[in-house]
């Protein structure tokens, strides 16, 4: 409508009236590239399709169930119940995770896990027994296919333990990972086993040099530790 009607305006041929519709323009695009440039991102992310409305997702440092897709922005509800609004040119250059794609009836679900480091004195096998009761135990995760462990790391001194279980429930990971962290703790002390990652501290004489050897003069000695009371 305005191209239409501009060049009945009066004035519209002034070089004035022509100067002033030019900045107006600028302003305009100017202003309006950021919602731009979401609009087009919203447009490619709908054609993506990396996820949809429910889905548990984590863009960047945020992770929540997506409840509003639009043009614009989307909008996050994180396990505490803070809606958050993010760009989509955000999302869009951001790397998303979706936690809800596999826990469909054909797919096994989502498969979380947790570390514990146990020193090197408790057999490995003892170890799994603990963990796998532990995990059976936890409500919210599927018992097929069966929880497992991995040895993550071989560290100085002890070893990582990680206990794999599959879970159809991605909504709820706070609190399957709380009631884990409890059965595991259960599991252990029934058990026998202290959840400890032990550390060990050797001394040496520092009063030593530590140039080598074949640097040192033939008579060189380490000098002693000497304590000074000026009492």
């Known amino acids: 409508m305005v191209v239409v009607i501009f060049p009945y305006l009066p004035g519209s041929d002034s070089p004035i009236f022509k100067g002033v519709s030019v900045f107006v323009g ?13 609009m087009v991102a919203g447009l490619v992310i709908t054609y993506m399709r990396p996820f949809k409305i429910g889905d548990f ?35 869009l250059s951001s790397t998303s995770t979706n936690y809800s794609s596999n826990t469909k009836n054909a797919n096994n679900g989502l498969l979380i896990h947790t570390t514990v480091t146990i020193g090197y004195d408790v057999p490995w096998a003892s170890i799994y027994e603990a963990l796998i009761e532990a995990a059976l135990k936890t409500e919210l ?12 790391s071989l560290d100085d001194f002890y070893v990582s333990y990680q206990i794999n279980v599959y879970t159809k429930h991605p909504t709820r990971q706070p609190l399957i990972y709380s009631s884990l962290h409890q059965n595991i703790q259960d599991s252990f002390n029934a058990a026998g086993i202290e959840i400890m990652s032990p550390h060990y501290s050797a001394l040496r004489d520092g009063n030593t040099t530590t140039i080598p050897e074949n640097y040192l003069k033939k008579d060189y000695e380490a000098p ?7 009492s």
């Open 26 to 38: 600028i302003l305009f695009s100017l202003g309006s590239s950021n919602a731009i440039a979401n």
């Open 141 to 152: 995760i599927e018992k097929t296919p069966a929880p497992f462990v991995l040895q993550t």
């Open 57 to 91: 997702i984590k863009i960047g440092d945020v992770s929540g169930e997506v409840i509003e897709k639009t043009a614009l922005v989307t909008r996050i509800r994180t396990p505490k119940f803070e809606d958050i609004t993010i760009p989509n040119s955000t999302v």
């Open 224 to 230: 002693f530790f000497n304590i000074k009371n000026k």
